[in-house]
């Protein structure tokens, strides 16, 4: 008893409340690009970029262009840019439905919106279970996609589950970056779920291929025959940035 309370005491309240609302202070999230002119000449974002997600066109009305979608939220573009153009913010409602709307400029500062789905609203809304599968992952995502259903964020609550079974599911949250040797496994997964069945691509890796985009050993067919239904990005993607993205999807009250 007196362990459990010591414990209480030194770590305080860990169930957030509002999801939603939360906002993780010292979380690096968004890409803020400014409308300070770059410096004459310089690449060096685009260079210390170890995905290739920042894109620069010198001579166009938006000169520097992040793809969330290919973004491992490092921070080194902003830490070389001489004029401060580049920085982050605590952001993480940075889900989308489209994989276009992951890209931003000066701009276009902000990720498009997520429109409720009726369809997935009515089907899914009171009752979602989706499985997991890892096609290639380093552990990062998947260690946060495990943190959905602990003592903070406790996704549960909204009717949301993981299960152990592609055959209990609604849906797939696929992490990693769909390497070769994951495909049949990814294949079978997906065919054991009954219809109707949604995809949910979590984490740079599963989205682009992050740092590993190319390489020989990816075979990313999977994601052009059944398109995510919704694309969480993140290095690993933070478990809030999930939960306010599926909240927005199917329209759940916050």
Same mark, same amino acid.
């Given at each position: 008893?007196?362990?459990?309370?010591?414990?209480?005491?030194?770590?305080?309240?860990?169930?957030?409340?509002?999801?939603?609302?939360?906002?993780?202070?010292?979380?690096?999230?968004?890409?803020?690009?400014?409308?300070?002119?770059?410096?004459?000449?310089?690449?060096?974002?685009?260079?210390?970029?170890?995905?290739?997600?920042?894109?620069?066109?010198?001579?166009?009305?938006?000169?520097?262009?992040?793809?969330?979608?290919?973004?491992?939220?490092?921070?080194?573009?902003?830490?070389?840019?001489?004029?401060?153009?580049?920085?982050?913010?605590?952001?993480?409602?940075?889900?989308?439905?489209?994989?276009?709307?992951?890209?931003?400029?000066?701009?276009?500062?902000?990720?498009?919106?997520?429109?409720?789905?009726?369809?997935?609203?009515?089907?899914?809304?009171?009752?979602?279970?989706?499985?997991? +599968?890892? %096609?290639? $992952?380093?552990?990062?995502?998947?260690?946060? *996609?495990? @943190?959905?259903? #602990?003592?903070?964020?406790?996704?549960?609550?909204?009717?949301?589950?993981?299960?152990?079974?592609?055959?209990?599911?609604?849906?797939?949250?696929?992490?990693?970056?769909?390497?070769?040797?994951?495909?049949?496994?990814?294949?079978?997964?997906?065919?054991?779920?009954?219809?109707?069945?949604? +995809?949910? %691509?979590? $984490?740079?890796?599963?989205?682009?291929?992050? *740092?590993? @985009?190319?390489? #020989?050993?990816?075979?990313?067919?999977?994601?052009?025959?059944?398109?995510?239904?919704?694309?969480?990005?993140?290095?690993?993607?933070?478990?809030?940035?999930?939960?306010?993205?599926?909240?927005?999807?199917?329209?759940?009250?916050?």
């Amino acid at each position: 008893m007196f362990k459990s309370i010591a414990v209480r005491k030194s770590q305080g309240t860990q169930y957030i409340p509002d999801l939603y609302a939360a906002q993780p202070g010292g979380f690096r999230g968004k890409p803020v690009i400014a409308q300070t002119a770059c410096t004459p000449g310089c690449v060096a974002c685009a260079e210390v970029c170890p995905s290739n997600a920042v894109a620069l066109n010198i001579a166009g009305a938006d000169p520097v262009a992040i793809d969330l979608g290919r973004c491992v939220i490092c921070g080194d573009c902003a830490s070389v840019c001489p004029s401060q153009k580049l920085s982050f913010n605590n952001d993480v409602k940075l889900s989308t439905t489209t994989r276009e709307a992951l890209v931003v400029t000066a701009a276009r500062p902000n990720i498009d919106p997520i429109q409720v789905s009726d369809a997935l609203k009515k089907r899914f809304g009171r009752s979602l279970k989706l499985r997991s +599968v890892s %096609a290639g $992952g380093c552990n990062g995502c998947e260690m946060e *996609v495990n @943190a959905w259903g #602990n003592v903070n964020f406790d996704i549960g609550r909204y009717g949301i589950d993981m299960v152990a079974s592609p055959r209990h599911a609604d849906g797939i949250v696929l992490t990693g970056v769909l390497n070769r040797n994951m495909m049949a496994a990814l294949q079978i997964a997906w065919d054991a779920i009954p219809e109707p069945k949604l +995809v949910i %691509a979590v $984490g740079a890796c599963a989205i682009s291929g992050g *740092v590993f @985009a190319e390489s #020989n050993a990816l075979q990313r067919e999977f994601l052009d025959n059944y398109p995510p239904s919704l694309f969480v990005p993140g290095c690993p993607a933070h478990p809030l940035t999930f939960i306010s993205g599926i909240m927005d999807l199917l329209g759940i009250a916050a």
